[in-house]
T-cell receptor, first 111, second 116 residues
Framework: DAKTTQPNSMESNEEEPVHLPCNHSTISGTDYIHWYRQLPSQGPEYVIHGLTSNVNNRMASLAIAEDRKSSTLILHRATLRDAAVYYCIPLNYNQGGKLIFGQGTELSVKP | GAGVSQSPRYKVTKRGQDVALRCDPISGHVSLYWYRQALGQGPEFLTYFNYEAQQDKSGLPNDRFSAERPEGSISTLTIQRTEQRDSAMYRC??????????????FGPGTRLTVL
């Protein structure tokens, strides 16, 4: 299973963009990169996933480096509700959907 | 529609007792996953099912832990002879397809287990 490295914590101001990095240098060519987040006192929730191309959805954008050894989750305008722990999770076919959560990045958003 | 539900939401038990934690996945979801989360840590995989078949139980800590999903819907995680170190939040998740690596997992609210 690929290992990930994320900053322990980050701070952002409300309504500003946030770039959350993840290093996954041991990723294999068929690993999808998933991002989940966990708001305080709640279960994890899906944010976005991708393989090679950059991806956008209503919640965020995912920028994947050309060599796939890193990726960045982009929140275009942080809100107070985005304060959460963000997890970057590589996932391959051999895992059968089993999510391996690391420590994640705790994002705090200041008004 | 209804999301993943878990019961009980809170369970306090004495050391040595058995506990059964229930997970009701989203209707029609094929895969069901169990995770355990200690305070301040990320969730830790325990086991998962496709339909009624247990596909991977590599995360179960020891043989006191077992899980079943007999009809491919509701699942029960059972912990026998509970110990204080079993205290944690137990979370269940379900996804639509069978072990799809592009599928979204939807998590339930969790059961907070406290072993005295």
């Amino acid at each position: 299973d690929a290992k990930t490295t994320q900053p322990n914590s980050m701070e952002s101001n409300e309504e500003e963009p946030v770039h959350l990095p993840c290093n996954h240098s041991t990723i294999s060519g068929t690993d999808y990169i998933h991002w989940y987040r966990q708001l305080p006192s709640q279960g994890p929730e899906y944010v976005i996933h991708g393989l090679t191309s950059n991806v956008n959805n209503r919640m965020a954008s995912l920028a994947i480096a050309e060599d796939r050894k890193s990726s960045t989750l982009i929140l275009h305008r942080a809100t107070l509700r985005d304060a959460a722990v963000y997890y970057c999770i590589p996932l391959n076919y051999n895992q059968g959907g089993k999510l391996i959560f690391g420590q994640g990045t705790e994002l705090s958003v200041k008004p | 529609g209804a999301g993943v539900s878990q019961s009980p939401r809170y369970k306090v038990t004495k050391r040595g007792q058995d506990v059964a934690l229930r997970c009701d996945p989203i209707s029609g979801h094929v895969s069901l996953y169990w995770y355990r989360q200690a305070l301040g840590q990320g969730p830790e995989f325990l086991t998962y099912f496709n339909y009624e078949a247990q596909q991977d139980k590599s995360g179960l800590p020891n043989d006191r832990f077992s899980a079943e999903r007999p009809e491919g819907s509701i699942s029960t995680l059972t912990i026998q002879r509970t110990e204080q170190r079993d205290s944690a939040m137990y979370r269940c998740a379900s996804s639509l397809a069978a072990s799809g690596i592009t599928d979204t997992q939807y998590f339930g609210p969790g059961t907070r287990l406290t072993v005295l």
